[in-house]
């Protein structure tokens, strides 16, 4: 079952100018593909786009694709997006087709929470994220918005590793090593020239 229902047009024309064409006219162009059946071009309200590709749960949330042109809806897992490195807008969406049935293997963001009141961090330390992500291995129904990592416990030196993880019921993070996401690091300390270090290097820089 999706989420979020999208309207989209076939995309008869393709190359350079047309997606031009397409951007200044306020659309997106894209692709759904996968599902053993042919790649489908399609373009797509831009505004629309935009506001959905700020919510977190778009990026792992099925979504039904309703191409006018096509027949049936299309089930789909946003897949990659493309952006503009000036302006910072979507230029370009790929879609996935799956069912809520199909297993998947989706990239999620990794949430510490409770880092602000830790023995290491009250005691000066610094919250270091290894990982902002974790590669998950799921149903397409059963994906997680993000994984919270909860980091109450720890004091300076402490890492939490993949191993660790209480992760939702049905969704796998495979791992070949055990690897920390995230460490509280001892606090950083300037060190201060002494007067005598001073004076000897001032000694050294007028020779």
């Keep these: 079952m999706s989420d979020y229902t999208i309207e989209a047009e076939l995309r008869e024309k393709t190359g350079r100018a047309d997606t031009r064409r397409l951007r200044r006219a306020g659309k997106i ?26 919510q977190e ?7 039904a694709i309703d191409v006018k042109g096509a027949r049936g809806k299309n089930e789909a897992l946003l897949k990659d997006v493309q952006y503009d ?27 510490p929470i409770n880092h602000e009141k830790c023995p290491g961090v009250v005691a000066g330390g610094i919250l270091e994220i290894a990982r902002h992500s974790l590669r998950v ?17 720890l004091a300076v030196g402490d890492s ?18 055990d690897f920390a996401i995230v460490t509280i690091a001892a606090p950083r300390v300037e060190v201060e020239a002494t007067p005598a270090a001073t004076e000897e290097a001032g000694e050294a820089g007028g020779e």
Excluded: Q, W
């Excluded at 071009?41 to 700020?54: C, E, H, N, Q």
């Excluded at 302006?87 to 799956?98: L, P, Q, S």
């Design 160 to 177: 939490i590793h993949i191993n660790e993880l209480k992760l939702p019921k049905g969704v796998e993070a495979p791992h070949d090593e």
């Design 137 to 153: 291995h799921c149903r397409a129904d059963a994906i997680p918005d993000h994984i919270d990592i909860d980091c109450s416990k």
């Design 85 to 111: 490195p000036l302006k910072d807008t979507a230029t370009h969406i790929d879609f996935f087709r799956v069912s809520s049935e199909s297993i998947v293997d989706m990239e999620v963001p990794v949430h």
């Design 57 to 63: 749960h778009f990026h792992t949330a099925i979504v």
């Design 29 to 54: 162009p894209g692709v759904i593909y996968g599902g053993g059946k042919p790649e489908l071009p399609i373009v797509m309200d831009a505004l629309t786009l935009s506001k959905l590709l700020d």
